[in-house]
């Protein structure tokens, strides 16, 4: 798997109610919530690295580092960028960074690491509870097509 550093990749998220502090728990804050936010940022680093594994892996994050930098509300399209600085093969670090249709909307890190067996993976996470590991992988979840850059 070959992805050099300064490669890019960029997926975007309209706003819904669903998607809001209010849902959270922060009653009556309609507009994007961080942890949202977050996760639109960690889809921008997995699009970058998923289409290069091989059969069976997948990546985990494992570090976030993020100011939120602005409120956008419910409609707005908000773009996450994701930026390899750096990588050994199995951990990967990547500047992220998103924009609503107004300003950028926040900046930080995002840090993940290659799972060769995403099966194996799981079905230690399972033993923790004693529950079984599903028999195969999940199917990938569906979303916006990555734009990549080199």
Sequence with gaps: MEIRPGATAEVALTVTSDRTADVLGNSGVTVLATPFLIGLLEQAAGALIHPHLPSGASTVGTMVEMKHLAPTPVGMTVRARATLLE???????????????????A??????FVIPSLAKFLERAMQKSGAPAPPHPPPPRPGPAPREAH
């Design 87 to 105: 990588t050994d093969g199995r951990r990967y670090l990547f500047a992220v960074e998103a924009w609503d249709e107004k300003e950028k909307v």
């Design 107 to 112: 900046e930080g890190r995002h840090e993940r």
